[in-house]
């Protein structure tokens, strides 16, 4: 069973760069799949932050690609996102996701995390 | 960015009902919609991949159909855990997208 659990401080001060790691357990990212980063500020709907495939290939939302940084660490089998100069709207419940079949171009996604909610507050 | 316009934003049905969404893109994106389903405080839920296939472990009342703009997501037989919000996604083109969300709530 694929399990995935998001992790990191949940306060952040503005400026300074939200860091988030994402452990999974049940399956090794190495061995296929793309590996998501979802974010939804509260009350709000989803937004795609970007994706890691098991190749090492990322892929960014343009929105962000100057601020955002995915890397894998298949070692620890985790994936983690980095968002630099942070602002009020960046708080969000941010969600890791694994990507699933190749009729949906990989990136739809069947299993997630349950979410960790990050405030960027003073 | 590929535009995903979800109607209506609110519905209101009962125990029973029938209900269909739907989900249109600004551009062609194939087959390439999927739909979720979001209950408060909870991840998203995959119920839909590529239009029309059922995620595994997904009830058969929920079915979903269109391809090139325009995509509907209907469930029948509404039982009390269907009410939620639903979103389509496209996985065309990145920067992937989401619509805004259909809120079902019980009339």
């Known amino acids: 069973q694929v399990k995935l659990q998001e992790s990191g401080p949940g306060l952040v001060k503005p400026s300074e760069t939200l860091s988030l790691t994402c452990t999974v357990s049940g399956y090794s990212i190495g061995s296929g799949f793309y590996w998501a980063w979802i974010r939804q500020p509260p009350g709000k709907g989803l937004e795609w932050i970007g994706s890691v495939h098991f190749s090492g290939r990322t892929y960014y939302n343009p929105s962000l690609q100057s601020r955002v940084t995915i890397s894998a660490d298949t070692s620890n089998n985790q994936f983690s996102v980095q968002l630099s100069s942070v602002t009020a709207a960046d708080t969000a419940v941010y969600f890791c996701a694994r990507g699933g079949a190749g009729s949906c171009g990989g990136e739809c996604y069947g299993h997630w995390g349950q979410g960790a909610l990050f405030i960027v507050s003073s | 960015d590929i535009q995903m316009t979800q109607s209506p934003s609110s519905l209101s049905a009962s125990e029973g009902d029938r209900v269909t969404i739907t989900c249109r893109a600004s551009q062609s994106i194939r087959g390439y919609l999927n739909w979720y389903q979001q209950k408060p405080g909870k991840a998203p839920k995959l119920l839909i991949y590529a239009a029309s296939t059922l995620q595994s472990g997904v009830t058969s009342r929920f079915s979903g159909s269109g391809s090139g703009t325009d995509f509907t997501l209907s469930i029948s037989g509404l039982q009390p855990e269907d009410f939620a919000t639903y979103y389509c996604?496209?996985?065309?083109?990145?920067?992937?997208?989401f619509g805004q969300g259909t809120k079902l709530e019980i009339k």
């Open positions: 996604q496209q996985s065309y083109n990145t920067p992937y997208t």
